[in-house]
């Protein structure tokens, strides 16, 4: 795929202490297979669908033996303009800018509320090669117990506008959008989530049978965390493996319910 406008999310990885059982779950759940790990790159080993490179796992650097989560990367021109930007606005930069041979150029970044991302600066590496496709990326959405402070840093940091989402439930949901694409959901963490939770992005990967999906991960020791629920956008459910990483799956082809209104954000 060509190189994705700035704000637009481009790429997913995650650490495991456990990289070979990583390896085994999400080729189970989600039909993966994965390329040769890189020793000169921390090991760090690509996850491909049907041949496409879609997200990439890897051990934890030494000293970083931290809890197992999955790391959203948003598309940037320019990392070192757009790590001053977020440096500006309350966020903290925790790496990088750091250049990758010539794959591109990284950062590591945490916005006001305690949401861990990444920037991507695409070289010969340009990001996911599929989209919205059975084991690709489909969607994520940023959950913080902060939306204000979220809302703000997002808007300032990328070239996002937003819109909120009108629901029966009134749960506080609001959307990115880079043009008239929508890119990026916003929750608000209510008192549903246990309160050792930390702010974290939610990456949805699609599947072709949502509850079959739900069935291999808890076979392999994985735990359904929501659903499986229809919604307009598809059936999906949220899971975390048996190393701790949450993430999402969804039937896309599988769809209930109308669209929900959205409303601009002034």
């Known amino acids: ?3 994705q406008p700035e704000g637009t999310p481009c790429w997913a990885d995650a650490m495991f202490t456990d990289v070979e059982g990583a390896k085994s ?14 020793s000169e790159f921390g090991n760090y080993t690509q996850a491909y669908a049907d041949g496409k490179a879609v997200a990439a796992v890897v051990p934890p650097m030494p000293g970083g033996e931290e809890q197992s989560a999955w790391c959203l990367y948003l598309a940037s021109p320019d990392a070192e303009a757009t790590a001053a930007r977020i440096r500006d606005n309350g966020g903290e930069v925790l790496m990088g800018p750091m250049t990758v041979d010539d794959f591109g150029t990284m950062v590591l970044a945490r916005d006001p509320g305690g949401v861990v991302f990444g920037v991507w600066q695409a070289g010969t590496h ?14 994520a959405e940023v959950f913080t117990r902060s ?120």
């Open 126 to 139: 340009e990001g996911f090669d599929v989209l919205g496709v059975p084991g690709a990326y489909c969607w």
């Open 147 to 266: 939306p204000d402070s979220s809302d703000a840093f997002f808007p300032a940091v990328f070239p996002y506008t937003a819109k909120t989402m009108e629901t029966h439930e009134g749960m506080d949901f609001r959307t990115f959008h880079v043009g008239e694409d929508p890119v990026l959901g916003r929750m608000e963490m209510t008192d549903d989530f246990p309160p050792e939770v930390p702010p974290y992005i939610n990456v949805y990967f699609g599947v072709d049978d949502c509850d079959a999906a739900v069935a291999r991960a808890t076979e392999r020791g994985g735990a359904a965390v929501w659903g499986p629920m229809d919604t307009p956008f598809g059936r999906f459910a949220s899971i975390r493996d048996p190393q701790g990483a949450t993430f999402s799956v969804i039937d896309m082809n599988r769809t209930e319910g109308e669209m929900p209104a959205m409303t601009d954000v002034p």
């Open 25 to 38: 779950f999400y080729g189970d759940v989600l039909g993966w297979t994965f390329g040769e790990s890189s």
């Open 1 to 3: 795929m060509a190189v």
